[in-house]
């Protein structure tokens, strides 16, 4: 008989109220009410034999939960689960480990867990101990392990499982980088080995690795069901955009002009952008580019500077520069300073431009402000910070005065 | 059998063995105060109501004849109390494992009520011996031991598949139950004879299972009588119904273990 598991309008319904033992009475199918948490939507899904099945999604998605439901640690809310075969999960390391017994005491007590005779677990004994290599520490009680080492023997104790079906939940990385090697590959086999692999991970390339389908879950919805290549380019295209909006919004806050001390201000601070003689906020790169400060310092502000930065929405600072006003001195009061970048050469993001008028250590007055950069044909493999090697200048001007 | 098999039986005896185990961790002594615990409290009643107390049943010389009768009857509730408490608290306990792995998680339940034995066993050693120095050594009667010891612990175990289940969701029944079983223990005639009680009560005192426990083991070993074989069925009945609602009760609830625990 075909292995295969059939999820048919599966749901899961978290109370809002808790639960109170109703439990074990009722009977009756649970729907949301108001404030309850649903955590799997009415999920239909089929995995046939030789499926490797991985789940994508941000937390809370309802990944764990519906993997959790296969292995038949908690039932659905409503809908039905029908599997063939017998399921064996990984879901947490090291569960049954007790610290005051020793390594090999505890992998007894492991296979005890799992119902299996003591002379089934002397079979498999001395391959687990040589897997987990940790030496004489093997007879010492594992309350005296390391963290690294109490995972390692964790994850020893499930490498000769023997699976039908597998499921995994983020168990796929322990210990230094070596045993970590070891253990990747130790998966890889035992997912081999497995008829029916369902994975769940945060990992994009152990996806990839192991899987032949992959679904993508949203808000307990299967947003995206298909290749592990298609699936995992459009999950982390979807988390960048995601998290440029969230970048947006904090980058915004620094936004305005401010005078931190008296006599210090900005009279213009502008971006100039190819032939066009308009203040731009929209930068087409490999055009010349012209960022502009005018600001009035006090008359005895001797020793004045102006530091510009221009800072990557992703908090990555691309130049950052101090300089003297001296040179930039049109009157006592007033100075000009302009930069030229012939040609523009940052890549396409979005930039935030600060410029602060500074005495000595102390900031005067400051000013943001976001600018975006496009490219007409964006270079392919990636984005890059610059589009190639150029020099950036500054330099002083006397006609500043035609330009504005 | 009630959708167990033979795998599942291994998987509770090892589930049993655990308990064992996990409950004397990090002693020094470890198991031995599995026989050693319910020894030193037989021996401190043996003294409190042989040596101090005196206390005897009408028609006996001496005052061993009311610790035997005592012991035979309080042996047994220890026994259950310790089964009952473990059981109770066996999923709570067990929380990791329940949600990470996937077992017939009432298994948990019925392997820690057998925990119970342990002392059942000392006790009736405790007995034997007490019983060969006072000079009433049970007669052929003992036969229905084994009856009775399987009949109390299919009882046990039947009311830890209950309470079990429903100290996952309400955790305040482990901390009231020590409580509650000592007023069941002094509400059934174990410390006291059944004719001690007013008469009215003492009827009811037949629908208590815990005393047709205590009252079968005084009419095997002490009163060299065969119990009371209406008490054993009725005794039957009553774990048969606990044991199947029960279990009914906990495959419905132990979907929702893991967002409970």
């Known amino acids: ?51 490797r099945l991985g789940i994508v999604g941000r937390n809370g998605a309802g990944k764990s939960t519906l993997l959790h439901m296969i292995a038949g640690l908690s039932s659905p809310s409503s809908g039905s689960i029908e599997i063939n075969g017998k399921v064996t999960s990984v879901m947490t390391l090291g569960v049954g480990v007790r610290d005051d017994l020793t390594g090999r005491e505890n992998i007894y007590v492991d296979g005890e867990i799992q119902g299996k005779a003591r002379n089934e677990i002397d079979q498999v004994i001395d391959e687990i101990i040589a897997f987990a290599d940790l030496g004489e520490f093997i007879d010492y009680p594992v309350r005296t392990y390391s963290t690294g080492m109490k995972a390692r ?46 994975i769940v991970s945060h990992g994009m390339q152990a996806i990839k690795d192991i899987c032949n389908r992959c679904i993508w879950m949203e808000n307990g919805h299967v947003t995206m069901d298909g290749s592990p290549e298609a699936v995992t380019k459009a999950y982390i295209d979807s988390v960048r955009a995601a998290d440029e909006l969230q970048l947006m919004e904090k980058f915004q806050k620094f936004i305005g002009v401010r005078t931190l001390q ?10 100039f952008n190819g032939e066009s003689k308009e203040k731009r906020v929209l930068l087409e790169a490999g055009q010349a580019t012209r960022f502009v400060v005018r600001a009035l310092t006090p008359i005895s502000a001797a020793g004045a500077s102006v530091r510009m930065r221009i800072t990557r929405l992703d908090d990555l600072v691309v130049f950052d520069e101090l300089f003297s006003t001296e040179a930039f001195r049109l009157h006592d009061q007033s100075i000009a300073l302009e930069i030229e970048m012939t040609p523009l050469v940052l890549g396409a993001a979005i930039y935030r431009l600060d410029v602060s008028l500074e005495a000595g250590a102390i900031v005067c007055a400051e000013s943001s402000s976001i600018f975006e950069v496009f490219v007409f044909n964006p270079p392919t ?24 | 059998m009630f959708g167990f098999n033979k795998q599942d039986i291994r998987l509770a005896f090892n589930l049993f063995k655990m308990n064992v185990r ?34 005897r049943i009408p028609g006996a010389e001496t005052t061993l004849g009311y610790v035997i009768w005592l012991i035979i009857g309080y042996g047994p509730w220890m026994a259950t109390v310790e089964a009952i408490m473990a ?12 949600k990470n792995m996937a077992f017939k998680t009432e298994l948990l339940p019925i392997s820690a009520s057998f925990v119970g034995i342990i002392s059942l066993g000392v006790s009736l050693f405790f007995l034997l011996v007490l019983m060969t120095f006072a000079g009433n050594v049970p007669d ?51 410390f006291y004879p059944m004719e001690s009680m007013p008469a009215a009560v003492q009827k009811l005192s037949f629908a ?17 009588q065969s119990p009371s074989s209406i008490g054993l069925i009725c005794l039957f009945f009553l774990s048969l119904m606990l044991f199947i609602s029960g279990l009914a009760a906990f495959r419905r609830a132990k979907g929702f273990f893991d967002s409970a625990l």
């Open chain 2, 208 to 224: 208590n299972p815990f005393f047709l426990i205590a009252d079968a083991y005084r009419a095997s070993l002490e009163r060299h």
């Open chain 2, 22 to 55: 996990d409950r004397y961790l990090g002693s020094s002594l470890g198991s031995f105060w599995a026989i050693a615990n319910p020894f030193f409290m037989l021996a401190l009643y043996t003294f409190v109501f042989g040596f101090v107390f005196k206390v």
């Open chain 2, 87 to 98: 059981s109770t608290t066996s999923v709570v306990g067990a929380a990791g494992v329940v």
């Open chain 1, 381 to 404: 493999g990636g984005k890059p910070m610059l589009l190639y090697p150029a020099t950036v200048a500054a330099i002083s001007t006397d006609s500043l005065e035609e330009v504005c």
């Open chain 1, 262 to 271: 008296a006599g210090w201000s900005f009279k213009q601070v502008a971006i």
């Open chain 1, 1 to 51: 008989m075909e292995l295969h598991i059939t999820l048919h309008e599966v749901s899961k319904i978290f109370s809002a109220e808790g639960m109170s033992g109703r439990e074990l009475f009722s009977t009756a199918v649970q729907t949301a009410a108001d404030g309850d948490k649903i955590a799997v939507a009415e999920v239909s899904l089929t995995i046939q034999q030789g499926e």
């Open chain 2, 140 to 190: 052929w009667h003992i036969v229905w031991l084994p009856l009775i010891i399987m009949l109390q612990f299919f009882l046990i175990l039947s009311i830890g598949l209950w309470l079990s289940a429903i100290n996952v969701f309400v955790r305040d029944l482990s901390i009231a139950l020590p409580n509650m079983l000592t007023i069941i223990m002094f509400l059934t005639p174990i």
């Open chain 1, 153 to 198: 023997l964790a994850f020893s104790m499930i490498s000769h499982i023997d699976p039908e079906i597998l499921i995994i939940d983020e168990a796929l990385s322990v210990g230094d980088a070596n045993f970590s090697v070891k253990a990747t590959a130790r998966i890889m086999e035992i997912c081999a080995r497995g008829k029916i692999v369902i």
